[in-house]
């Protein structure tokens, strides 16, 4: 396999406010990422529609989540940040792959098994089709890491699939138009940090979600104090204190699931937070944990209130965004054309 020059893709659904998972598992890292990388963040606005959404309500959640991601830290001249449906190369190349991408692959989809329910049936095509257009958002790119959440991996793994096949496939033409060996990188997910896979608040055995029914579910980051505080108060917990080490944790999903939030919250180990906290009662550790959160999360409530009275402001950092990405997508779009000889008449006439 060549060596691509190293390009970071990820994206985020404008489906609802961003929650805590949303921040510990992929967000801490896209951050970081930009210290070391050229990269690239999307709102993906064209995935959140594989659910049904309320027009006025999504526009204003795309602009809510590009808030969230400028009030945490992403800095929009460094990063590109735009949201997915200014730049249609993506539903392009997502159609292409749509072709390239075997049904037997999608059927093992358990996003797609959770998302539809019992009524599959009745779920939308493109929720189906959703991971060949997660391929095509990073791939447009030739994106090679992908900073994700644990629950992630699955599309990541089915997003390498469609890449090494697509140069499989059309392998002679991808050498006679001069792309050498490959055309696409075999992208690699980046699932690190303390929180990888934050669980609801009142289930411990189900991920934390923008789409759970219960907001009770989850923290979001526009949460007040009071709200962080009552929705940790009524988190789901058993009734044993906490153990002094990490192995008393298992079997006890809820209980590993704050101690996993306090110890990504004050980036120590869950080791440490349980020589600090070992014996304990919810009671006390509850409050705590309610405190480290209002602390870390506050001042990223108030800086989104702030970006938000200005939705100019929010608008031209999209536009300027998708206009950089466009410059990326579109030779690179044109390339997979000619590739799969899909004419285009371009410069004639
Ligand atoms: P939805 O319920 O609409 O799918 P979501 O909460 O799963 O929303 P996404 O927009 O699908 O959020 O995912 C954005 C990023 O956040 C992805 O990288 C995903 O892996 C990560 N992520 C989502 N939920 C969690 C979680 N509970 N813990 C850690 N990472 C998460
Ligand atoms: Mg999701």
């Given at each position: 396999m060549?060596?691509f020059?190293?390009r970071?893709?990820s994206?985020?659904?404008p489906?609802?406010?961003?929650?805590?998972?949303?921040y510990l598992?992929?967000?801490?890292n896209w951050i970081?990422m930009?210290?070391t990388?050229s990269?690239?963040y999307c709102v993906?606005?064209v995935?959140a529609?594989?659910?049904?959404?309320?027009p006025?309500?999504?526009?204003?959640?795309?602009?809510e989540?590009?808030?969230?991601y400028?009030?945490c830290?992403?800095?929009?001249?460094r990063?590109i940040?735009?949201?997915?449906?200014?730049?249609?190369?993506?539903a392009?190349?997502a159609?292409?792959?749509?072709?390239?991408?075997?049904?037997?692959w999608?059927?093992r989809?358990?996003?797609f098994?959770?998302?539809?329910g019992?009524?599959r049936?009745n779920?939308?095509?493109?929720?189906?089709?959703y991971p060949?257009?997660?391929?095509?958002d990073?791939?447009?790119?030739?994106?090679?890491?992908?900073?994700v959440?644990?629950?992630q991996k699955?599309?990541?793994e089915?997003?390498r699939d469609i890449?090494?096949?697509?140069?499989n496939?059309?392998s002679?033409?991808?050498?006679?138009?001069g792309h050498g060996?490959?055309f696409?990188?075999l992208p690699?997910?980046?699932?690190?940090?303390p929180?990888?896979?934050?669980?609801s608040?009142r289930?411990?055995?189900?991920?934390m979600?923008?789409?759970d029914?219960?907001?009770?579910s989850?923290?979001?980051?526009t949460d007040?104090?009071d709200?962080?505080a009552?929705?940790i108060?009524k988190a789901?917990?058993?009734p044993?204190p906490?153990?002094?080490e990490?192995?008393?944790?298992a079997?006890r999903p809820?209980?590993e699931?704050?101690?996993?939030i306090?110890?990504a919250?004050?980036?120590?180990?869950?080791e440490?937070?349980?020589?600090e906290?070992?014996?304990?009662?919810f009671?006390t550790?509850k409050?705590v944990l309610?405190e480290?959160?209002?602390?870390?999360?506050?001042?990223?409530?108030?800086?989104?209130?702030?970006l938000l009275?200005?939705r100019?402001?929010?608008d031209?950092v999209?536009?300027?965004?998708?206009e950089?990405a466009?410059?990326i997508a579109a030779?690179i779009m044109r390339?997979?054309k000619d590739?799969?000889g899909?004419?285009?008449?371009?410069?004639?006439?």
């Amino acid at each position: 396999m060549p060596k691509f020059p190293e390009r970071v893709f990820s994206g985020m659904q404008p489906t609802h406010t961003l929650h805590l998972g949303n921040y510990l598992g992929a967000m801490v890292n896209w951050i970081r990422m930009q210290e070391t990388h050229s990269c690239i963040y999307c709102v993906v606005d064209v995935h959140a529609i594989t659910i049904a959404q309320d027009p006025k309500e999504l526009a204003q959640n795309i602009r809510e989540v590009t808030a969230s991601y400028l009030a945490c830290g992403l800095d929009p001249e460094r990063s590109i940040i735009f949201n997915q449906s200014q730049v249609a190369e993506h539903a392009e190349l997502a159609w292409v792959f749509n072709c390239v991408a075997r049904l037997g692959w999608l059927n093992r989809m358990t996003q797609f098994k959770e998302k539809a329910g019992k009524d599959r049936e009745n779920a939308s095509v493109g929720l189906y089709a959703y991971p060949n257009l997660m391929a095509a958002d990073i791939l447009v790119y030739k994106g090679t890491h992908v900073p994700v959440g644990e629950d992630q991996k699955q599309h990541l793994e089915l997003a390498r699939d469609i890449a090494q096949k697509f140069n499989n496939d059309f392998s002679e033409s991808i050498a006679a138009h001069g792309h050498g060996e490959a055309f696409f990188p075999l992208p690699e997910p980046m699932i690190t940090g303390p929180a990888t896979r934050v669980m609801s608040l009142r289930d411990g055995t189900k991920k934390m979600s923008k789409s759970d029914a219960s907001d009770f579910s989850r923290i979001s980051l526009t949460d007040d104090a009071d709200m962080i505080a009552q929705k940790i108060r009524k988190a789901k917990t058993d009734p044993e204190p906490l153990p002094s080490e990490a192995k008393g944790l298992a079997g006890r999903p809820e209980a590993e699931n704050l101690v996993g939030i306090y110890a990504a919250l004050a980036r120590k180990s869950k080791e440490a937070v349980l020589g600090e906290f070992g014996g304990a009662q919810f009671s006390t550790f509850k409050p705590v944990l309610a405190e480290l959160a209002v602390e870390r999360l506050a001042p990223i409530a108030a800086e989104m209130k702030r970006l938000l009275a200005d939705r100019r402001h929010i608008d031209s950092v999209l536009s300027n965004g998708a206009e950089r990405a466009r410059t990326i997508a579109a030779p690179i779009m044109r390339d997979v054309k000619d590739v799969v000889g899909l004419l285009s008449t371009r410069g004639v006439g």
